[in-house]
């Protein structure tokens, strides 16, 4: 079980904003910034918000990420077919000291 | 265009040392503004932070497999790589090497660019 709580799925219609949420603690979400990467069918994953707000160039304004306390979110508008993937969080854990993962979550575009 | 390729067995027997290497073109694994890592993720499962380093500086090794791990360099051939011994069933995993930038943070989590990965049994 990860230390980075995420819903294991999430669906949307093209067009459509979502958000994925990430759960976490005081020692990791809450003083730590929050990564989220996005792994398509077989391949490998990509970063698509660092800095828990920054998007690197290249990814579309479409996605956003946000924090707020102990969970952070990322936000998909004007959901496309090719956005169905799957998304995980990621954060340092102050504790573990180490970086952690969350599980992951499957989007399906419906 | 930087580009990360990982090579090695595909097939390691239990007990035995897995070694895979991440071959690096467009960028030098001494560029101290970067950092360099191996990540792995088993069959149907979530992505797990094995270890990265900094050239000729920092590295850091996830704690329960810091006995089992080591990651090398060779600066000549511009590779780094990973050996992970006394493997198990659990060791199955896709292993990916991937390029990082700091940007002002000590979490090795802003990796921008990662091989395709190598998918290893044990």
């Known amino acids: 079980q990860s230390v980075l709580t995420q819903p294991p799925s999430a669906s949307g219609t093209p067009g459509q904003r979502i958000t994925i949420s990430c759960s976490g603690s005081?020692?990791?979400?809450?003083?730590?910034?929050v990564y989220w990467y996005q792994q398509l069918p077989g391949t490998a994953p990509k970063l698509l918000i660092y800095k828990s707000t920054e998007r690197p160039s290249g990814v579309p304004d479409r996605f956003s990420g946000s924090k707020s306390g102990t969970s952070a979110s990322l936000a998909i508008s004007g959901l496309r077919s090719e956005d169905e993937a799957d998304y995980y969080c990621?954060?340092?854990?102050?504790?573990?000291?180490?970086?952690?993962f969350g599980g992951g979550t499957k989007l399906t575009v419906l | 265009q930087l580009q990360l390729q990982e090579s090695g067995p595909g097939l390691v027997k239990p007990s035995e040392t897995l070694s895979l290497t991440c071959t690096v073109s467009g960028g030098s694994i001494s560029n101290s503004r970067y950092f360099w890592g191996w990540i792995r993720q088993p069959p149907g499962k979530g992505l797990e932070y094995i270890g990265s380093?900094?050239?000729?500086?920092?590295?850091y090794y996830k704690s329960s497999l810091k006995s089992r791990v080591t990651i090398s360099t060779d600066t000549s051939k511009n590779q780094f790589s990973l050996q992970l011994t006394s493997v198990t069933a659990a060791d199955t995993a896709a292993y990916y090497c991937?390029?990082?930038?700091?940007?002002?943070?000590?979490?090795?989590?802003?990796?921008?660019?990662w091989g395709q990965g190598i998918l290893v049994t044990v």
């Open positions: 990621a954060a340092w854990d102050d504790s573990l000291s180490g970086p952690i």
């Open positions: 380093f900094h050239y000729g500086a920092s590295s």
């Open positions: 991937a390029r990082g930038d700091p940007n002002g943070s000590s979490s090795w989590l802003q990796l921008e660019s």
């Open positions: 005081s020692s990791n979400i809450r003083g730590n910034y």
